[in-house]
């Protein structure tokens, strides 16, 4: 009769020892739900006493789907959330997270993050409230390395711990990319001294018009058609509609306008990004003399 390899200790020849049903969910058949059934056999090994069920080629161990059926969901897991593709294809969500899972821990076992030198770190909510996920990526390839809940101390810890773990070597870190928030900051200096600290645009520009925002307020005291125009004010013109541009130069025409002011110190930042990397340090030491001569606290305050 057919014998097969023990899926215990992997010794040949062991002769079967019963068959039982057992069935997979497939890729549909059209709108169909498909499935495989076939009769499985169980070896008993003389070498290590195991009485074991064997591996189908087209499914792996202890899974109720094919390999391809998983390969498909998990093709469609990376474009939309795990419930939305459970009502797709009829399956229960908790079922896609057992795959999801799989793969996910398979994968992180084997990940070499040897050549890791530039990383970028980042915040999320979670869910509603105050919940959060701090993310680490590998800032020149783009990848997602690690992930933690919360944003606090403690994530430069857990990530140091993490990256060591998949060869990574801390020592190797030259840059981090990161938000101005102080937990990461004093957890990059002491987990990672050998990083140089850059603050990602996207929060600086935001700290910049929180700052061009609370000039306006403040200005609007006296001016009232500045009422209502919050949202002009944290735009590029080239967004704006004729309606919004118009308003936008009535107030830069006045000379004496703070809000104005502090718009173009926006605009002029902004600038910088796009100047090559020997002229920048200049360009900002030059935009700082201006923000902090400016006569608006917010502005000064910002550049500080």
């Known amino acids: 009769g057919s014998s097969f390899a023990c899926p215990a200790c992997a010794e040949a020849g062991c002769n079967v020892h019963d068959t039982k049903e057992r069935s997979w969910r497939h890729l549909n058949f059209f709108q169909h739900k498909t499935f495989i059934h076939a009769p499985l056999p169980r070896t008993k090994c003389d070498r290590c006493g195991a009485v074991r069920q064997i591996t ?154 929180e700052a061009v925002d609370q000039v306006r307020r403040e200005e609007q005291k006296t001016m009232p058609e500045l009422k209502g125009t919050r949202y002009i004010w944290l735009k590029n013109k080239r967004h704006l509609t004729m309606k919004q541009k118009a308003i936008m130069e009535d107030v830069l025409a006045q000379r004496n306008a703070k809000t104005g002011k502090a718009y173009q110190l926006r605009l002029t930042f902004q600038e910088m990004y796009e100047k090559d990397p020997m002229d920048a340090p200049m360009f900002f030491k030059k935009w700082y003399f201006w923000a902090t001569h400016s006569r608006l606290a917010p502005m000064k305050e910002v550049a500080q």
């Open 56 to 209: 189908a080629p087209w499914s792996r161990p202890g899974s109720g789907f094919t390999l391809l059926f998983e390969a498909y969901v998990m093709t469609l897991m990376k474009e939309m959330p795990v419930k939305s593709v459970a009502r797709i294809v009829g399956e229960h969500d908790s079922l896609l997270w057992r795959i999801l899972h799989h793969y996910v821990h398979t994968a992180r076992r084997k990940e070499d993050l040897s050549t890791v030198e530039k990383i970028s770190i980042d915040e999320t909510a979670r869910a509603k409230g105050h919940k959060y996920v701090s993310i680490v990526m590998d800032a020149e390839t783009r990848r997602v390395i690690f992930a933690t809940e919360g944003k606090g101390a403690d994530v430069l810890p857990k990530f140091k711990e993490d990256f060591q773990s998949h060869r990574g070597c801390t020592e190797n870190i030259t840059d981090v990319c990161m938000d101005m928030s102080p937990a990461f900051i004093s957890g990059v200096e002491k987990h990672l001294p050998e990083a140089a600290i850059t603050f990602d645009k996207f929060h600086v520009i935001k700290l910049i018009n």
